[in-house]
């Protein structure tokens, strides 16, 4: 077996004799002990002579092995009534635990991978879009169109699932704000339940703060003649 790896690419002696392991196509559950200790000391040796420095831990696995193996080695008393119990055993509980342990880390680096692709923005104080000087009428103040904005919202929910999937062309305020201004060349004034035309989270967010930004720029005015009625947004 050609031994080109170094100490340091391997976590711990457990890692490495995983590594043989593989390397030979051995069954974890029937370990070859003599040939695999072997191997192990084989690269031990080596990384001696290349004058890597070989941690104590290794050292130690090396002895276990040796012990397992001049177990493996004596003859074993036959007794009816108790089994023997295999010298092996213990080693290969600790390398499946270990090798679990393996892939639970691997697992979680891949979760880690992925959660670093989503980003994720604070709630937003929607006050900061509106302020005394903004022209509403009729008595509609920010809490009746956020009350009007979360009942609109609820209904979506109920009647079909707001779509969640993050994607790489979000929607933005701004862009919003575009949409809106052409729509009110052309139209004048509109329903402010007119404007969610996609039931998208993103697009509906993005929309309720580009209303409220356009308020406050005094770019459109909301109006509503009475209590209940439709909310109109209406060009300046």
Known sequence: MDLEFKINDFEGPLDLLLHLIKEAKMDIMNIEIEAITDQYLAFINKSEKMNLEVSSEYL????????????????????DEEEEEDPREELVNRLLEYQAYKDITSLLHEKEALRREIYTKSPENVKN?????????????????????QRYYQRKIDNKPLKTKVTVNEISVSSRRHDIKNILKKRKKVSFFELFEVNSKEYIVATFLAILEMAKNNELIIKQDKIFEDIICEAK
Do not use: G, W
Not at 61 to 77: D, G, Q
Not at 129 to 137: A, M, Q, V
């Open 60 to 79: 130690v696995l090396a002895s276990e092995l040796l012990e397992i193996k001049s177990r493996m080695l004596l003859p074993r008393e036959k007794n």
């Open 129 to 149: 879009y509106i302020d005394e000087k903004t022209e509403i009428h009729a008595d509609v103040t920010l809490d009746d169109l956020i009350a009007a904005f």
